[in-house]
Protein backbone atom coordinates (compact mmCIF):
# COMPACT_ATOMS: atom_id res chain seq x y z
CA UNK A 1 0.00 0.00 0.00
CA UNK A 2 1.24 3.08 -1.09
CA UNK A 3 1.78 6.44 1.40
CA UNK A 4 0.30 9.71 1.12
CA UNK A 5 2.50 11.82 -0.19
CA UNK A 6 3.67 14.77 1.87
CA UNK A 7 0.95 17.23 2.87
CA UNK A 8 1.48 20.46 0.96
CA UNK A 9 3.94 23.57 2.86
CA UNK A 10 4.38 26.87 3.13
CA UNK A 11 8.11 27.58 3.58
CA UNK A 12 9.94 30.72 4.50
CA UNK A 13 13.48 30.33 5.14
CA UNK A 14 14.95 32.03 8.46
CA UNK A 15 18.60 32.81 9.45
CA UNK A 16 18.40 31.94 12.52
CA UNK A 17 16.37 28.73 12.05
CA UNK A 18 16.24 27.57 8.50
CA UNK A 19 13.29 26.41 7.67
CA UNK A 20 10.15 27.56 9.01
CA UNK A 21 7.54 25.07 7.31
CA UNK A 22 3.75 25.69 7.66
CA UNK A 23 1.27 22.27 6.54
CA UNK A 24 -1.43 23.59 5.49
CA UNK A 25 -3.80 20.57 5.79
CA UNK A 26 -2.94 21.24 9.55
CA UNK A 27 -5.32 23.17 11.18
CA UNK A 28 -3.27 24.10 13.03
CA UNK A 29 -0.61 25.48 10.49
CA UNK A 30 -3.62 26.58 8.30
CA UNK A 31 -4.15 28.99 11.18
CA UNK A 32 -0.62 30.41 11.75
CA UNK A 33 -0.06 30.58 8.17
CA UNK A 34 -3.26 32.76 8.11
CA UNK A 35 -1.69 34.72 11.16
CA UNK A 36 1.22 35.23 9.56
CA UNK A 37 -0.65 37.06 6.36
CA UNK A 38 -3.00 39.29 8.39
CA UNK A 39 -2.13 43.65 8.29
CA UNK A 40 -1.21 43.31 11.48
CA UNK A 41 1.22 41.03 11.12
CA UNK A 42 2.74 42.36 8.02
CA UNK A 43 2.91 45.53 9.71
CA UNK A 44 5.87 44.31 11.62
CA UNK A 45 8.39 44.05 8.84
CA UNK A 46 8.04 47.98 9.44
CA UNK A 47 9.21 47.93 12.77
CA UNK A 48 12.56 47.29 13.54
CA UNK A 49 13.72 45.02 16.45
CA UNK A 50 16.43 47.16 17.48
CA UNK A 51 15.60 50.49 17.03
CA UNK A 52 18.37 52.18 16.13
CA UNK A 53 21.10 50.26 16.73
CA UNK A 54 21.94 49.91 12.87
CA UNK A 55 23.71 52.94 13.30
CA UNK A 56 26.26 50.57 15.34
CA UNK A 57 25.71 47.94 13.79
CA UNK A 58 25.02 48.07 10.37
CA UNK A 59 23.52 44.59 9.70
CA UNK A 60 20.77 45.53 12.23
CA UNK A 61 17.70 45.93 10.24
CA UNK A 62 15.81 42.69 11.02
CA UNK A 63 12.48 43.44 11.94
CA UNK A 64 9.97 42.54 14.70
CA UNK A 65 8.27 40.37 12.01
CA UNK A 66 11.13 37.94 11.48
CA UNK A 67 11.44 38.17 15.13
CA UNK A 68 7.81 36.52 15.97
CA UNK A 69 8.33 34.24 13.48
CA UNK A 70 11.50 32.69 15.26
CA UNK A 71 9.49 32.94 18.51
CA UNK A 72 6.72 31.33 17.04
CA UNK A 73 9.49 28.55 15.36
CA UNK A 74 10.87 28.05 18.92
CA UNK A 75 8.12 27.76 20.71
CA UNK A 76 6.89 25.10 18.45
CA UNK A 77 10.25 23.23 18.69
CA UNK A 78 9.62 23.63 22.49
CA UNK A 79 6.50 22.09 22.42
CA UNK A 80 7.96 19.43 19.78
CA UNK A 81 10.37 18.24 22.48
CA UNK A 82 7.72 17.86 25.12
CA UNK A 83 5.32 16.51 23.12
CA UNK A 84 7.46 13.26 23.13
CA UNK A 85 7.51 12.74 26.95
CA UNK A 86 3.85 14.43 27.77
CA UNK A 87 0.69 14.39 26.48
CA UNK A 88 0.04 17.77 25.03
CA UNK A 89 -3.85 18.90 24.51
CA UNK A 90 -4.00 20.09 20.93
CA UNK A 91 -5.94 23.33 21.44
CA UNK A 92 -3.59 24.42 24.26
CA UNK A 93 -0.60 23.75 22.06
CA UNK A 94 -2.61 25.96 19.27
CA UNK A 95 -3.70 28.93 21.53
CA UNK A 96 0.31 28.79 22.92
CA UNK A 97 1.73 29.01 19.60
CA UNK A 98 -1.19 31.57 18.62
CA UNK A 99 0.57 34.10 21.51
CA UNK A 100 3.91 33.33 20.78
CA UNK A 101 3.39 34.79 16.91
CA UNK A 102 1.31 37.85 17.68
CA UNK A 103 3.04 38.67 21.15
CA UNK A 104 5.09 41.93 19.53
CA UNK A 105 1.80 43.10 17.40
CA UNK A 106 1.30 46.06 20.18
CA UNK A 107 5.00 47.54 19.79
CA UNK A 108 4.90 50.81 17.80
CA UNK A 109 7.65 52.84 16.22
CA UNK A 110 11.62 52.04 17.37
CA UNK A 111 9.58 50.02 20.11
CA UNK A 112 10.28 50.76 23.89
CA UNK A 113 11.70 54.50 23.18
CA UNK A 114 8.11 55.24 21.22
CA UNK A 115 6.65 53.95 24.21
CA UNK A 116 7.96 55.80 27.13
CA UNK A 117 7.15 58.68 25.11
CA UNK A 118 3.46 58.26 24.07
CA UNK A 119 2.37 56.34 27.18
CA UNK A 120 0.91 53.37 25.04
CA UNK A 121 1.87 49.92 26.57
CA UNK A 122 2.93 47.57 23.97
CA UNK A 123 1.40 44.66 25.57
CA UNK A 124 -1.91 46.37 26.59
CA UNK A 125 -1.69 47.82 22.75
CA UNK A 126 -1.30 44.13 21.75
CA UNK A 127 -4.49 42.69 23.33
CA UNK A 128 -6.63 45.76 21.79
CA UNK A 129 -5.47 44.54 18.53
CA UNK A 130 -6.29 41.09 18.92
CA UNK A 131 -10.14 41.59 20.23
CA UNK A 132 -10.92 44.32 17.95
CA UNK A 133 -13.06 42.92 15.60
CA UNK A 134 -12.53 45.08 12.75
CA UNK A 135 -8.57 43.96 12.69
CA UNK A 136 -7.70 40.72 10.15
CA UNK A 137 -5.93 39.14 13.19
CA UNK A 138 -9.51 38.80 15.51
CA UNK A 139 -11.26 37.59 12.22
CA UNK A 140 -8.92 34.96 11.48
CA UNK A 141 -8.90 33.67 15.43
CA UNK A 142 -12.77 33.88 15.59
CA UNK A 143 -13.55 32.08 11.79
CA UNK A 144 -10.81 29.47 13.54
CA UNK A 145 -13.01 29.25 16.90
CA UNK A 146 -15.13 31.95 18.11
CA UNK A 147 -13.78 32.32 21.60
CA UNK A 148 -9.75 32.35 20.11
CA UNK A 149 -9.04 35.79 20.60
CA UNK A 150 -10.29 35.91 24.04
CA UNK A 151 -8.67 33.10 24.97
CA UNK A 152 -4.77 34.19 23.03
CA UNK A 153 -5.59 37.10 25.43
CA UNK A 154 -5.98 35.40 28.41
CA UNK A 155 -2.67 33.22 27.89
CA UNK A 156 -0.84 36.27 27.22
CA UNK A 157 -1.91 37.88 30.81
CA UNK A 158 -0.96 34.30 32.12
CA UNK A 159 -5.07 34.09 33.13
CA UNK A 160 -6.26 32.02 34.73
CA UNK A 161 -3.13 30.75 35.92
CA UNK A 162 0.41 30.13 35.08
CA UNK A 163 1.56 26.77 33.07
CA UNK A 164 4.64 25.63 31.55
CA UNK A 165 2.84 27.07 28.31
CA UNK A 166 3.24 30.61 29.81
CA UNK A 167 6.57 29.37 30.64
CA UNK A 168 7.11 28.92 27.29
CA UNK A 169 6.57 32.64 26.16
CA UNK A 170 7.68 34.87 29.61
CA UNK A 171 10.32 33.32 32.05
CA UNK A 172 13.85 32.86 32.15
CA UNK A 173 13.67 30.22 30.01
CA UNK A 174 11.54 31.29 27.26
CA UNK A 175 11.26 31.20 23.26
CA UNK A 176 11.50 35.07 23.08
CA UNK A 177 14.52 35.62 24.84
CA UNK A 178 16.12 32.50 23.17
CA UNK A 179 14.71 33.94 19.40
CA UNK A 180 16.30 37.56 20.02
CA UNK A 181 19.64 36.42 21.79
CA UNK A 182 20.41 34.57 18.48
CA UNK A 183 18.64 36.84 16.01
CA UNK A 184 20.22 39.96 17.02
CA UNK A 185 23.90 37.92 17.58
CA UNK A 186 23.29 36.75 14.09
CA UNK A 187 22.32 39.85 12.57
CA UNK A 188 24.92 42.18 14.49
CA UNK A 189 27.58 40.65 13.66
CA UNK A 190 28.43 40.60 17.39
CA UNK A 191 29.05 36.75 18.02
CA UNK A 192 28.46 37.77 21.56
CA UNK A 193 24.66 35.84 21.75
CA UNK A 194 25.53 32.22 20.67
CA UNK A 195 24.36 29.70 22.59
CA UNK A 196 23.20 25.67 22.10
CA UNK A 197 19.38 25.88 21.55
CA UNK A 198 18.99 22.44 20.36
CA UNK A 199 20.48 21.20 23.34
CA UNK A 200 18.63 23.35 25.51
CA UNK A 201 15.90 22.42 24.23
CA UNK A 202 16.34 18.53 24.24
CA UNK A 203 16.81 18.71 27.91
CA UNK A 204 13.25 21.03 28.34
CA UNK A 205 10.86 18.62 30.70
CA UNK A 206 8.02 19.46 32.98
CA UNK A 207 7.47 19.65 36.68
CA UNK A 208 4.03 17.60 36.74
CA UNK A 209 3.38 18.49 40.07
CA UNK A 210 3.34 22.36 39.37
CA UNK A 211 2.82 22.46 35.62
CA UNK A 212 5.93 24.58 35.19
CA UNK A 213 8.62 24.28 32.86
CA UNK A 214 11.47 22.79 34.38
CA UNK A 215 15.02 21.26 32.47
CA UNK A 216 16.97 17.99 33.26
CA UNK A 217 20.36 18.01 35.07
CA UNK A 218 22.00 17.56 31.38
CA UNK A 219 21.05 21.05 30.18
CA UNK A 220 22.82 22.78 32.80
CA UNK A 221 25.86 23.72 30.99
CA UNK A 222 23.45 24.33 27.93
CA UNK A 223 21.66 27.11 30.39
CA UNK A 224 25.09 28.50 31.68
CA UNK A 225 25.74 28.95 28.22
CA UNK A 226 22.94 30.72 27.35
CA UNK A 227 22.85 33.18 30.34
CA UNK A 228 26.33 34.41 29.88
CA UNK A 229 25.52 34.83 25.90
CA UNK A 230 22.59 37.33 27.58
CA UNK A 231 24.86 38.90 29.66
CA UNK A 232 27.37 39.43 27.28
CA UNK A 233 24.54 40.84 24.32
CA UNK A 234 23.61 43.58 27.01
CA UNK A 235 27.02 44.19 27.55
CA UNK A 236 28.11 44.37 23.75
CA UNK A 237 25.14 45.18 21.95
CA UNK A 238 21.60 46.52 23.77
CA UNK A 239 23.97 48.59 25.85
CA UNK A 240 26.23 49.94 23.79
CA UNK A 241 27.40 53.64 24.02
CA UNK A 242 25.87 54.30 20.62
CA UNK A 243 22.92 52.71 20.65
CA UNK A 244 22.25 54.23 23.85
CA UNK A 245 22.68 58.01 22.72
CA UNK A 246 20.85 56.87 19.07
CA UNK A 247 17.91 56.35 21.45
CA UNK A 248 18.26 58.44 24.03
CA UNK A 249 18.30 60.83 20.75
CA UNK A 250 14.98 59.53 19.28
CA UNK A 251 13.56 60.29 22.55
CA UNK A 252 14.57 63.83 22.99
CA UNK A 253 13.04 64.58 19.80
CA UNK A 254 9.89 62.72 20.36
CA UNK A 255 10.00 64.68 23.85
CA UNK A 256 10.51 67.99 22.10
CA UNK A 257 8.16 67.33 19.13
CA UNK A 258 5.63 66.38 21.67
CA UNK A 259 6.26 70.03 23.63
CA UNK A 260 5.67 71.57 20.26
CA UNK A 261 2.77 69.83 19.37
CA UNK A 262 0.90 70.69 22.67
CA UNK A 263 1.64 74.45 21.80
CA UNK A 264 0.54 74.23 18.44
CA UNK A 265 4.20 74.95 17.18
CA UNK A 266 4.78 72.11 15.53
CA UNK A 267 3.53 72.96 11.48
CA UNK A 268 3.53 68.45 10.44
CA UNK A 269 1.70 66.38 11.08
CA UNK A 270 -1.77 68.12 11.71
CA UNK A 271 -5.17 67.36 12.98
CA UNK A 272 -5.78 63.64 13.47
CA UNK A 273 -2.73 62.56 12.16
CA UNK A 274 -1.88 59.26 14.11
CA UNK A 275 1.78 60.90 15.37
CA UNK A 276 0.28 64.06 16.10
CA UNK A 277 -2.31 62.96 18.78
CA UNK A 278 0.25 60.12 20.12
CA UNK A 279 2.63 63.02 20.61
CA UNK A 280 -0.73 65.35 22.61
CA UNK A 281 -1.31 62.26 24.28
CA UNK A 282 -4.71 61.53 22.99
CA UNK A 283 -6.09 58.31 22.86
CA UNK A 284 -5.73 56.63 19.65
CA UNK A 285 -8.17 53.81 17.84
CA UNK A 286 -6.67 50.64 17.19
CA UNK A 287 -6.70 51.63 13.56
CA UNK A 288 -4.79 54.65 13.97
CA UNK A 289 -1.89 53.05 16.09
CA UNK A 290 -1.43 50.43 13.43
CA UNK A 291 -0.77 53.06 11.17
CA UNK A 292 2.38 53.83 13.12
CA UNK A 293 5.71 52.12 12.11
CA UNK A 294 9.39 53.11 12.03
CA UNK A 295 8.70 54.81 8.55
CA UNK A 296 6.21 57.30 10.17
CA UNK A 297 8.31 58.80 12.44
CA UNK A 298 11.81 58.47 9.90
CA UNK A 299 9.57 60.57 7.86
CA UNK A 300 8.60 63.12 10.93
CA UNK A 301 12.53 63.43 11.22
CA UNK A 302 12.92 64.59 7.78
CA UNK A 303 10.60 66.93 8.10
CA UNK A 304 11.36 68.22 11.64
CA UNK A 305 14.35 69.40 10.29
CA UNK A 306 13.25 72.00 9.03
CA UNK A 307 11.00 73.53 11.67
CA UNK A 308 12.10 76.73 13.29
CA UNK A 309 13.20 75.82 16.84
CA UNK A 310 16.64 75.87 18.22
CA UNK A 311 16.84 71.88 19.34
CA UNK A 312 14.42 69.80 17.34
CA UNK A 313 16.05 70.34 13.62
CA UNK A 314 19.83 69.33 14.80
CA UNK A 315 18.93 66.18 17.00
CA UNK A 316 16.37 64.60 13.84
CA UNK A 317 19.67 65.71 11.67
CA UNK A 318 22.03 63.78 13.77
CA UNK A 319 19.91 60.65 13.85
CA UNK A 320 19.09 60.63 10.03
CA UNK A 321 22.72 62.04 9.10
CA UNK A 322 24.44 59.92 12.37
CA UNK A 323 25.43 62.80 13.98
CA UNK A 324 25.55 61.73 17.03
CA UNK A 325 26.12 62.81 21.08
CA UNK A 326 29.37 61.67 22.40
CA UNK A 327 29.71 59.81 25.83
CA UNK A 328 31.55 60.18 29.09
CA UNK A 329 31.60 57.30 30.54
CA UNK A 330 30.74 57.51 34.88
CA UNK A 331 30.72 53.93 34.89
CA UNK A 332 34.03 53.82 37.39
CA UNK A 333 32.16 56.08 40.09
CA UNK A 334 30.62 53.66 42.72
CA UNK A 335 29.24 56.28 44.95
CA UNK A 336 25.94 57.90 44.14
CA UNK A 337 26.27 61.33 45.35
CA UNK A 338 29.76 61.91 42.88
CA UNK A 339 27.52 60.80 40.29
CA UNK A 340 24.82 63.33 40.82
CA UNK A 341 27.72 65.94 41.04
CA UNK A 342 29.15 64.72 38.28
CA UNK A 343 25.47 65.00 36.69
CA UNK A 344 25.43 68.87 38.23
CA UNK A 345 28.60 69.88 37.02
CA UNK A 346 27.85 68.65 33.30
CA UNK A 347 24.72 70.59 33.18
CA UNK A 348 26.07 73.67 34.24
CA UNK A 349 29.14 73.33 32.01
CA UNK A 350 26.49 72.76 28.96
CA UNK A 351 24.90 76.20 29.81
CA UNK A 352 27.77 77.93 30.35
CA UNK A 353 28.70 77.02 26.97
CA UNK A 354 25.86 78.01 25.19
CA UNK A 355 23.90 74.39 25.30
CA UNK A 356 20.87 73.85 26.63
CA UNK A 357 21.03 71.06 29.48
CA UNK A 358 17.48 69.74 28.45
CA UNK A 359 18.35 69.03 24.98
CA UNK A 360 22.21 68.98 24.35
CA UNK A 361 22.82 66.21 27.17
CA UNK A 362 21.38 62.96 29.14
CA UNK A 363 22.25 61.06 31.67
CA UNK A 364 21.74 56.91 30.94
CA UNK A 365 22.13 54.47 33.30
CA UNK A 366 20.88 51.11 31.60
CA UNK A 367 20.81 48.06 33.47
CA UNK A 368 20.28 44.02 33.51
CA UNK A 369 20.40 41.12 35.91
CA UNK A 370 21.17 37.97 33.14
CA UNK A 371 20.05 35.96 36.27
CA UNK A 372 17.14 36.55 38.99
CA UNK A 373 17.57 34.17 42.07
CA UNK A 374 14.31 32.98 42.80
CA UNK A 375 12.83 34.83 46.03
CA UNK A 376 10.25 32.55 47.31
CA UNK A 377 7.95 34.57 46.10
CA UNK A 378 8.34 34.79 42.31
CA UNK A 379 8.13 30.98 40.76
CA UNK A 380 8.40 32.64 37.56
CA UNK A 381 11.97 34.03 38.07
CA UNK A 382 12.95 30.58 38.99
CA UNK A 383 14.88 28.04 36.17
CA UNK A 384 14.10 24.57 37.24
CA UNK A 385 16.16 21.85 37.13
CA UNK A 386 15.46 18.03 37.56
CA UNK A 387 18.18 16.03 38.91
CA UNK A 388 19.32 12.51 37.95
CA UNK A 389 17.00 11.25 41.15
CA UNK A 390 14.14 12.84 39.80
CA UNK A 391 13.88 15.81 42.58
CA UNK A 392 13.49 19.65 41.24
CA UNK A 393 16.54 22.48 42.23
CA UNK A 394 16.55 25.87 42.07
CA UNK A 395 19.64 26.38 39.42
CA UNK A 396 21.01 28.78 41.89
CA UNK A 397 21.95 25.94 44.24
CA UNK A 398 23.74 23.54 41.02
CA UNK A 399 25.48 26.41 39.08
CA UNK A 400 28.37 28.48 40.77
CA UNK A 401 28.21 30.74 37.82
CA UNK A 402 24.68 32.04 39.54
CA UNK A 403 26.53 34.01 41.93
CA UNK A 404 28.45 36.39 38.80
CA UNK A 405 25.49 36.27 36.69
CA UNK A 406 22.93 37.46 39.34
CA UNK A 407 25.09 40.33 39.62
CA UNK A 408 23.25 43.83 37.74
CA UNK A 409 25.01 44.76 34.90
CA UNK A 410 24.77 48.41 34.82
CA UNK A 411 26.51 51.52 33.03
CA UNK A 412 26.56 55.27 33.70
CA UNK A 413 27.14 57.19 31.33
CA UNK A 414 27.01 61.12 29.98
CA UNK A 415 25.78 61.69 25.99
CA UNK A 416 26.45 65.32 25.23
CA UNK A 417 26.15 67.33 22.03
CA UNK A 418 29.59 66.90 20.33
CA UNK A 419 30.73 70.19 20.36
CA UNK A 420 30.28 70.71 24.29
CA UNK A 421 32.05 67.75 25.34
CA UNK A 422 35.56 69.63 25.53
CA UNK A 423 33.96 71.86 27.88
CA UNK A 424 31.88 69.60 30.21
CA UNK A 425 35.35 67.03 30.56
CA UNK A 426 37.06 70.28 31.02
CA UNK A 427 34.62 71.25 34.03
CA UNK A 428 34.48 67.92 35.44
CA UNK A 429 38.58 67.84 35.73
CA UNK A 430 38.50 71.08 37.25
CA UNK A 431 36.30 69.75 40.07
CA UNK A 432 38.66 66.51 40.52
CA UNK A 433 36.55 64.14 38.61
CA UNK A 434 39.76 62.83 36.50
CA UNK A 435 39.79 59.61 34.33
CA UNK A 436 36.95 60.18 32.90
CA UNK A 437 36.18 59.05 28.74
Known sequence: MKRKSNMPEKIIRDPVHDI???????????LLFALTNTTEFQRLRRIRQLGMASLAYPGADHSRYSHSLGVMETARRMLSQLGQSFPLEQRDVTICLAGALLHDL????FSHVFE??????????THQIILDPHTSVFQTLADHEAEFPELVVRFLQGKPKRTFYSDLLSSQLDADRFDYLLRDNLMTGSRYGGFDLRWLLHALTID??????????KGVSAIEAYLQARYHMYRNVYFHKVVRTAEGMVKLALQRAKRLAVQNRLPWPQGDDAVYKALEGRRLSTAEFLALDDVSILHCLKVWTKVDDPALPTLCAGLLDRGLFKTIDLSGIDDPGQVHRAREIASHAVVKAGGDKDYDLFYDEPADTPYEIYDGQTPTADILVRDRQGGLQSFASISPLTKVLSKQLMFRRLHIAPALRPAVLAALSDAGLTGLR
Open 20 to 30: IAFRVESPIDR
Open 208 to 217: TDGNRLAVSI
Open 106 to 109: GHGP
Open 116 to 125: RVSGIDHESM
